[in-house]
């Protein structure tokens, strides 16, 4: 457990899945939690009363995944408040705009990603696989204590993330259990199902994915879901509002998502469709202080942000490419579901 991005299996009921992944990584959820404590920048009172909001929320909309939760706090043996915060880390947050390049290639079933975040969570983040006990399989690349994030699954689904920054509170069922949900699912159809209705009170967007090329974009903003299905072309999503521009209040706050958006689509049309095209687009560095792939800088809440890992999920193959931390110092490498 002392090497980045370690890989840990996690197999059984709900509450059993939770309960090794509380220890197993006890030690890693305690600094998870410090760091949270840290960029909260609310008392522990404040954190407490928006967890047991939320915890009522994830414990309405699947049994399951309170379950879980609750395993995870009893193995790890912290406060279960604690755990519904990490979980619901982005809408307690809702101030930093999280910096993220996502792209998807319909006919090679490619989907991608840089996850932009704190250089801490390069020190912290785990490879997760959970095996379900009806045989279904996730693989996903996920912080301690949480739940669901970015990943695919053995019915050949995945999922990306890009926080959405938007001016209103954020009080709806969490963006990971959201992201779990999609990748319990063995289908694209069945996950959509499964959410409808729970779409409300978050801001994020996430490419839902299969390996056949079907894929829809769920941007999420506040109350309204802006939905886009597709098949053929080439998809891509940074941290601005792409289907309600006038989302985009500030647009100097964006500057780095613009940036990328359209240096990515530049180069999107330009490469093929495979894992090296998708290579040359996540390892991007041309413009230096607003690049696609970021060495780590100083940030007035987070101390140092940057590109914490690439991910490429070959879903045709069920192989995940990643760079076990910051792509500078890394190389990727290959995980097989």
């Known amino acids: 457990m002392a090497k980045e991005f370690p890989l840990i299996s996690?197999?059984?009921?709900?509450?059993?899945?939770?309960?090794?992944?509380?220890?197993?990584?006890?030690?890693r959820i305690e600094k998870t939690i410090a760091f949270y404590r840290k960029i909260f920048k609310k008392t522990e009172d404040e954190i407490f009363f928006a967890a047991t909001h939320f915890r009522d929320c994830i414990k309405s909309f699947s049994k399951d995944y309170y379950a879980e939760i609750e395993g995870i706090a009893a193995?790890?043996?912290?406060?279960?408040?604690?755990?519904?915060?990490?979980?619901?880390?982005?809408?307690?947050?809702?101030?930093?705009?999280?910096?993220?390049?996502?792209?998807?290639f319909p006919t090679s079933g490619v989907l991608s990603q840089n996850w932009d975040w704190a250089e801490d969570m390069e020190h912290l983040a785990v490879i997760m696989q959970i095996t379900r006990p009806d045989g279904h399989k996730i693989l996903q690349i996920t912080e301690p204590g949480i739940i669901g994030k970015i990943g695919f699954n053995s019915a050949q689904i995945g999922v990306t993330l890009n926080f959405l920054h938007i001016n209103q509170k954020l009080d709806?069922?969490?963006?990971?259990?959201?992201?779990?949900?999609?990748?319990?699912?063995?289908?694209?159809?069945?996950?959509?199902?499964?959410?409808?209705?729970?779409?409300?009170?978050?801001?994020?967007?996430?490419?839902?994915?299969?390996?056949?090329?079907?894929?829809l974009n769920l941007e999420f903003?506040?109350?309204?879901l802006h939905l886009t299905r597709g098949r053929d072309n080439k998809f891509l999503h940074t941290n601005h509002f792409i289907m309600d521009e006038k989302l985009n209040t500030d647009k100097n706050k964006f500057a780095s998502s613009y940036s990328r958006y359209f240096r990515a689509k530049d180069m999107l049309s330009e490469v093929g469709d495979?894992?090296?095209?998708?290579?040359t687009v996540l390892l991007d560095k041309t413009n230096e202080e607003l690049a696609i792939c970021n060495k780590y800088v100083s940030h007035d809440e987070i101390d140092s942000l940057g590109t914490v890992c690439?991910?490429?999920?070959?879903?045709?193959?069920?192989?995940?490419?990643?760079?076990?931390?910051?792509?500078?110092?890394?190389?990727?490498?290959?995980?097989?579901?």
């Open 172 to 215: 709806g069922v969490p963006i990971h259990i959201i992201l779990r949900t999609l990748l319990d699912a063995k289908s694209i159809d069945e996950g959509m199902r499964k959410i409808i209705g729970n779409t409300s009170g978050k801001s994020s967007n996430i490419i839902f994915a299969d390996a056949d090329g079907k894929y």
């Open 221 to 224: 903003a506040k109350d309204t």
């Open 274 to 279: 495979q894992i090296s095209d998708a290579k």
């Open 310 to 337: 690439s991910i490429i999920m070959d879903l045709k193959q069920m192989e995940m490419h990643i760079t076990r931390g910051n792509p500078f110092d890394h190389p990727f490498e290959k995980i097989k579901l």
């Open 10 to 27: 996690l197999e059984g009921s709900p509450g059993e899945i939770g309960l090794k992944h509380g220890k197993i990584l006890k030690k």
């Open 75 to 104: 193995g790890s043996g912290v406060d279960p408040r604690w755990i519904y915060a990490l979980n619901s880390r982005t809408e307690i947050l809702n101030t930093l705009e999280n910096e993220c390049t996502a792209f998807y």
